[in-house]
């Protein structure tokens, strides 16, 4: 089953573009904190399969097998967000 | 220029999956909150050019003018979002 502390960890090469708590670091990166399992599973395999492509994410998720990818989600659809819109 | 208060109001038409706070409301869509400018705008002209597809955003973006990915962008990336990761 999908392990949150395994996600944490393997989230650390996510990290460099998306930060550890999900929130973009990199301009050309989403943030991805709190969103849904279903959508974060998703892409991942669209990045792995070539359904969808970027530079980087092309290759990186190459490299994912499917437990990566339940724990790479466990972790990131976990991160609870809050949003607060411009007045 | 891009108009915080037009993006508002456009933005009625994606809060149905993504939240007018762009806290995703569908499971299938991500959370937009607080995404950078240059992330937002190069996926709503890659839905709109076929870079990417997606059943409904392929639909929706045909019939974004700049302006409304202007405004669209600005509203979204002016939220700020907050990220509290699992102890």
């Not at 395994?6 to 930060?19: I, L, N, P, S, V």
């Not at 290759?59 to 976990?78: K, M, N, P």
């Amino acid at each position: 089953a999908a392990d949150l502390s395994a996600g944490r960890e393997k989230a650390a090469q996510c990290a460099t573009c998306h930060g550890l708590d999900g929130i973009a670091t990199a301009p050309d990166a989403p943030n991805i904190a709190g969103d849904s399992r279903y959508y974060l599973k998703d892409q991942l395999e669209a990045f792995r399969s070539g359904r969808r492509q970027h530079q980087q994410m092309s290759i990186i998720a190459q490299g994912l097998s499917d437990e990566d990818i339940a724990d790479l989600v466990a972790w990131y659809s976990a991160i609870e967000v809050t949003a607060t819109m411009p007045q």
